[in-house]
């Protein structure tokens, strides 16, 4: 891991000149995939449920390729008086972003081709974003939201949680932007649908299926800059023509050398002698990423599976004082995932359901046999493998004094983590693991008759049961810790009050 002068350095000397190349094409016939017609303004009757649309399609107001909007997969737009809908033609963001006490900031991916921008710093540009990097294209990357720790901001997959028992700060570095659809930050208030524990909020990276926002259906980028980075990525978005399939499919290789330039202290920040301007080493990376998510809409249902797989090979530089020439860490991990949505479980028009399940597995090999970053030299081992189910169901209940949108979550998870020490031969191997079940409880109380004053409680309890991995730093040998079952209850109390349009 880099030291604080070398990634100070990174920043001052990683300046460099980046071009990308991007195709996109749309659909040759007119009339290959319409648009709905638009549909003049109706009545206000009580809301009925359908099925979301993708966001990419919908339309809001842009800020610097940010756009901060509330999400609701389940339900449309609560109506009312300049509430959501028939306000502000020109900024609907604003209208969404005034909506509702948590709120989350969607990045649009499609918004940054053309661009060599990372995960982390696409994301460093929202408000209360903090991102810590070591320095250098593809290294290690965490994200902090309001201050809070890096392991206290949820990161999920397409709804998928990414933390385990190994670790639960995930490096945003492993990901490239154009593997994803949209990035959704939420701060504070976290969804029951995202699990509605993280005390720093959560990041969803969203892959989206279909045509996108301007109706084309295959995306070729081809890119290069500084430092030795290029990447290749295509992409097909496609739906049949009555739209009740779509699909995602795509492929993408991204890499570099990062031999940049930076200044090394040799280890003594207040002896200035003895610094001198050094090149970075062993700091490459080449990644490939595979794609594929469908959706299958029925009568009353809507079906999503995908997979994603990711193969990354990259060199650990060591510190600035002092770089490694031979250590690495290799990667392969395989996601899959399915979903259900139902906008009207048992026929009850304003009951609608979601409900998934994961399977994680990821293998990862860590060589520094010279003992060029630890205290000595390791060849290990990592295999993890992670699943779960969960299920979220919400009701729309509405009296003479307020409208509630009541919502209910369970989700139940295992992950498992294997160490084996391949220094010393087939060495020994220690194992933890973790399974844990979690219920929520949420409720969106709106009062007045365009719903000015909104107020959410919420309440989350987790009960977790560990048997953590060995301690292997031991002279005697792994030492074992004790399995542990913990509880954590996550109360949380959220209000808005509208009182004007834009305040």
Partial sequence: MASQDAEQGARRREIGVAF??????????????????????APSPAPVRVPAPDIAASATDTTGGERIIIVDTLHPPRAGLDDLVGAAEGAPGRERALAEPPFVTIVRVDDREGETTSVAEALAQGVGVHVRSVGGLGSF?????RGASSGQTAVLIDGVPLSRVASVTTDLGQFELGAFSELELYRGG????VGGAALGGALNMVTRVGPGGGGERWRLSVGGGSFGARHLRVRNLGASADGHRAWHLAAGYAGATG????????GTNLELDDDRWARRQNDGYDAVDLVARGRVRGDGLTFT????????????PGTGAVQSETASLATA?????????????????????????FVFIERQRYRDRDGEIGVGAQDRRYLTSAGGLATTWSLEIADAAARH????????RADHVRDQDLFRGDGPSVSGWRAGIGVALADDIAFGAGGEVVVQPALRLDVERTDPIADTTSPLGPMALAPRTDLYPSPRLAARIRVAPAL
């Fill in 405 to 412: 949108h009541l919502a209910a979550g369970l989700d139940v």
């Fill in 190 to 193: 976290v969804p029951v649908a």
């Fill in 305 to 316: 599976v995908g997979s994603r797989t990711l193969v990354r090979a990259q060199g650990i």
């Fill in 333 to 357: 991990s395989e996601l899959l995932d399915a979903g259900l949505e139902i906008p009207a479980a048992f026929g009850v028009r304003d009951l609608a359901a979601d409900s998934h399940a």
């Fill in 259 to 266: 031999d940049y330039v930076y200044r090394d202290d040799n």
């Fill in 141 to 145: 990357a965490s994200l902090s939201v």
């Fill in 20 to 41: 990308a190349i991007v195709i996109a094409c749309a659909p040759a016939r007119a009339g290959a995939d319409p648009a709905p017609a638009a549909a003049a303004p």
